[in-house]
C-alpha cells in the first residue's frame, strides 16, 4: 500500500519494493553507487531479519551515510524504536490507521528525497 501511493504521488520516482532484508540488503550490495537509493524504507518486521538488523548491517559503510533511513513498524514500541534510531534510521514512524494520516507519511517521506 505505501508503495502503490508513493508512486501515485511521485510519478517520476523509481520505487523498488523488495519481500525480505536478506533481498533488500543483496540489492545494495551489487547496486551501483550511482544508482543508489535517495531513500530507504524499511519495515521493522522485515521476513528473515529486522529492518533495524538491515540498518545495522550497513550502518558503517560509507557509501549509505548520506542516505536517508525510516524505519516503518505496527508497533510504536519504545525498544524497537531505541534499537532502529541505534542502528542508524533517520526516523522512525509507526504505520498509521486511516487514510489522511497515511497520505500525510507518504508526503513526509516524499520530503525525504
Do not use: H
Not at 70 to 96: C, H, I
Amino acid at each position: 500500500m505505501l508503495t502503490e501511493q508513493f508512486r501515485r504521488r511521485n510519478p517520476d520516482v523509481d520505487v523498488r519494493c523488495l519481500p525480505d532484508g536478506y533481498q533488500f540488503l543483496d540489492y545494495l550490495r551489487i547496486c551501483p553507487t550511482e544508482d543508489l537509493p535517495e531513500l530507504l524504507v524499511v519495515d521493522y518486521k522485515m521476513p528473515g531479519i529486522t529492518g533495524a538488523e538491515v540498518l545495522q548491517s550497513i550502518q558503517q559503510k560509507e557509501r549509505y551515510q548520506n542516505i536517508p533511513k525510516v524505519v516503518w513498524s505496527t508497533s510504536n514500541n519504545q525498544e524497537y524504536r531505541d534499537q532502529s534510531m541505534k542502528s542508524g534510521a533517520s526516523q522512525f514512524l509507526t504505520k498509521p490507521s486511516d487514510m489522511q494520516t497515511f497520505n500525510e507519511l507518504v508526503d513526509l517521506l516524499s520530503k525525504l528525497l
